[in-house]
């Protein structure tokens, strides 16, 4: 949080524990004093072929999560489909194909340059919006890579953005990844 009050321009956060939403509540509450500071809320959701995220739930899928359960139940809650990291351990990889997903994760913080190029070129070849995420499991890994949004400070309007493709991807300074 302190980050993001200090940065001059990333106001927005999505927050996506892993097969959790417990870590929500509190960090919206925190960000609740910054009125410039905006959480997506969000999750990612392991399944047996890959972690998914979605953006815009407070809550989990009802079980089972399967590839096709998350993705029906982001399309009825007018959320976002995201296949996590694809080429990256946990990741879909070219499985991704056979879905109908929103979006694909094409510039991951924590994952490695041929990675995200394999995960561009998925999103293009799909013709999906691709978009970045730091994957953040510590303070010090926030940031490290952002999408920037053509949107107002509203998350509807951003999960409308973020399907529409009015989004492009950016490394900070000190990533090495990209
Ligand atoms: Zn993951």
Same mark, same amino acid.
């Given at each position: 949080?302190?980050?993001?009050?200090?940065?001059?321009?990333?106001?927005?956060?999505?927050?996506?524990?892993?097969?959790?939403?417990?870590?929500?509540?509190?960090?919206?509450?925190?960000?609740?004093?910054?009125?410039?500071?905006?959480?997506?809320?969000?999750?990612?959701?392991?399944?047996?072929?890959?972690?998914? @995220?979605?953006?815009?739930?407070?809550?989990?899928?009802?079980?089972?999560?399967?590839?096709?359960?998350?993705?029906?139940?982001?399309?009825?809650?007018?959320?976002?489909?995201?296949?996590?990291?694809?080429?990256?351990?946990?990741?879909?990889?070219?499985?991704?194909?056979?879905?109908?997903?929103?979006?694909?994760?094409?510039?991951?913080?924590?994952?490695?340059?041929?990675?995200?190029?394999?995960?561009?070129?998925?999103?293009?070849?799909?013709?999906?919006?691709?978009?970045?995420?730091?994957?953040?499991?510590?303070?010090?890994?926030?940031?490290?890579?952002?999408?920037?949004?053509?949107?107002? @400070?509203?998350?509807?309007?951003?999960?409308?953005?973020?399907?529409?493709?009015?989004?492009?991807?950016?490394?900070?300074?000190?990533?090495?990844?990209?």
């Amino acid at each position: 949080m302190e980050k993001l009050v200090a940065h001059n321009s990333i106001k927005v956060a999505a927050v996506t524990d892993h097969d959790t939403v417990e870590g929500l509540s509190v960090t919206q509450k925190l960000a609740s004093a910054y009125p410039d500071i905006l959480i997506i809320p969000g999750v990612e959701i392991s399944t047996a072929e890959g972690d998914l @995220l979605i953006l815009g739930t407070e809550e989990t899928p009802p079980k089972t999560w399967t590839v096709e359960s998350v993705i029906d139940f982001a399309r009825d809650n007018a959320c976002v489909s995201v296949v996590a990291h694809p080429y990256r351990e946990y990741g879909m990889g070219d499985l991704a194909r056979n879905y109908k997903v929103d979006a694909i994760e094409v510039l991951n913080g924590e994952s490695s340059q041929q990675a995200n190029k394999l995960a561009q070129d998925l999103a293009k070849s799909m013709g999906l919006p691709g978009l970045a995420g730091s994957d953040a499991h510590a303070p010090s890994e926030v940031l490290t890579v952002y999408t920037e949004v053509q949107a107002g @400070l509203d998350v509807d309007e951003i999960l409308k953005a973020l399907r529409k493709g009015l989004v492009s991807v950016h490394s900070t300074a000190r990533s090495i990844h990209f």
